[in-house]
């Protein structure tokens, strides 16, 4: 499962979420799932703008 679809997956989870503690949980996981999505991106983006090898 790519990070993408895992946030997908959560947001529709927390949609769903009866619980307070569920949803904290669900929260604190859409967080971290968020953030290493945003370290992945930007990881490709300076993968891309880098120069070619010589």
């Excluded at 669900?26 to 070619?52: G, M, S």
């Amino acid at each position: 499962m790519t990070t993408y679809d895992h946030i997908q997956e959560l947001r529709a989870e927390l949609r769903n979420a009866v619980y307070a503690d569920e949803r904290r949980w669900i929260e604190a996981e859409l967080v971290r799932a968020t953030e290493q999505y945003e370290a992945e991106e930007a990881a490709f983006i300076a993968d891309l703008l880098a120069e070619p090898p010589h």
